[in-house]
């Protein structure tokens, strides 16, 4: 089993900035991605940002160039630097891993954090 447990969320006024952190714990062999979803009451879950523990990195077109994720996959954490945030960035914000439970299988299991909120306003 895998524990999530993000950081970071809260309120903002339009233009500024906020970073995101989760960190995973439990048993695990490895971590294959780590990502971030945001999910406005009503919709759809959507990727905001993705990463793979080959160093690879992808962006929705709606925060590309605003929004930075950093996997450190030594230290099991994840980040998202969110920049010149709007109110349309406004959502539960969710750390999301892909994980790989033991060097013997090659089974990989999905986690999801208990999300935090992210409200940008006046």
């Known amino acids: 089993q895998v524990r999530l447990v993000e950081s970071g969320g809260g309120l903002v006024r339009p233009g500024e900035s906020l970073r995101l952190s989760c960190a995973a714990s439990?048993?695990?062999?490895?971590?294959?991605?780590m990502n971030w979803y945001r999910q406005v009451s009503g919709k759809k879950r959507e990727l905001v940002a993705a990463?793979?523990?080959?160093?690879?990195?992808n962006y929705p077109w709606s925060v590309r160039g605003r929004f930075t994720i950093v996997g450190d996959y030594a230290k099991n954490m994840v980040h998202l630097q969110m920049n010149r945030l709007n109110t349309e960035d406004t959502a539960v914000y969710y750390c999301?891993?892909?994980?790989?439970?033991?060097?013997?299988?090659?089974?990989?299991?999905?986690?999801w954090g208990q999300g935090t909120q992210v409200t940008v306003s006046w």
């Open positions: 990463s793979g523990n080959d160093g690879t990195t």
């Open positions: 439990g048993n695990f062999f490895r971590i294959n991605r």
């Open positions: 999301n891993v892909q994980v790989r439970g033991s060097q013997s299988s090659s089974v990989v299991d999905e986690y």
